[in-house]
């Protein structure tokens, strides 16, 4: 067992009585659940940061609880004691706080908080998207598509939205997918939105995207000014007039045959 302070770097699946200091970077909403036994628990989940790393912290019953009486919110800095580790579904190392466990706020300047780089530093600017296959991002809404619905081949509906983000002369698509998409009903031009966790990947046509997944955490903060005018989407190229030399164009279609990756 390990009960020294650790760095995000040092953690490892499998550790008990686990330290860390972290800048919060996002928190998400408590969520009710049902056990097998018939109670109800209670999660919430944070994740934070320090200058080797962000880690996912789960805050079970209780300790869920506490963090909204603290006020935690992005931009403080806590202290995490007597908590234990495991490997989640994604692979990923995550860290948890039961009971035992304890989750306190640390003043800014102590000792503690030496080294750990303000909130700023954990955003990566959209110009450098390509650096990373995965972004924190803030910016604002320059432009919102219409929500898409689709069938999934095991006949599940799901849903897509397309929002371009911008950060001074600089824009890239952010693409919320199902449950996501309702977390920025209403979202318009103007708007700041933010997102922690977002997954880069590569555009063809416009270089990066950044897609929300369900990790992933979205603030958005609406603009109390009125929506500049903004130029619709331009229409769909039927696929029957697709030639060689077209750039920038949109394309609508149900897929086939899916690819074999190679």
Do not use: C
């Not at 550790?15 to 970077?25: C, M």
């Not at 320059?142 to 081949?153: I, L, N």
């Not at 600089?170 to 998409?181: A, G, I, L, P, Q």
Request: glycine share 10%; charged share 30%.
């Amino acid at each position: 067992n390990i009960s020294t302070e650790l760095k995000v770097k040092d953690l490892a699946p499998g550790l008990r009585d686990v330290s860390l200091v972290g800048r919060v970077l996002a928190v998400h909403p408590v969520k009710a659940f049902r056990r097998p036994t018939g109670e109800e628990g209670k999660l919430r989940r944070l994740i934070l940061g320090d200058s080797t790393g962000t880690v996912e912290v789960y805050l079970w019953n209780e300790k869920a609880e506490e963090a909204g009486r603290a006020g935690l919110t992005s931009g403080l800095l806590v202290k995490i004691e007597h908590g234990y580790t495991r490997r989640g579904l994604s692979g990923r190392v995550e860290l948890h706080l039961s009971e035992k466990g304890s989750l306190t706020v640390v003043p800014e300047g102590s000792p503690e908080a030496e080294g750990i780089p303000p909130l700023e530093e954990f955003f990566t600017s959209l110009s450098k998207l390509e650096e990373v296959s995965e972004a924190n991002i803030r910016g604002v809404v320059s432009r919102v598509s219409q929500v898409k619905t689709f069938v999934r081949s095991s006949g599940e509906e799901g849903k897509v939205l397309r929002v371009r983000l911008a950060e001074g002369e600089r824009e890239v698509s952010v693409v919320f997918w199902d449950e996501k998409v309702d977390e920025v009903e209403g979202v318009k031009p103007g708007d700041l939105l933010e997102i922690v966790g977002g997954k880069v990947r590569e555009d063809p046509v416009e270089g990066f995207e950044v897609h929300v997944r369900r990790s992933s955490h979205v603030k958005l903060t609406p603009s109390a000014a009125p929506p500049p005018r903004v130029e619709p989407a331009p229409e769909s190229v039927p696929l029957g007039e697709l030639k060689p030399g077209l750039r920038g164009i949109t394309v609508e279609g149900f897929m086939v045959e899916a690819p074999n990756l190679k």
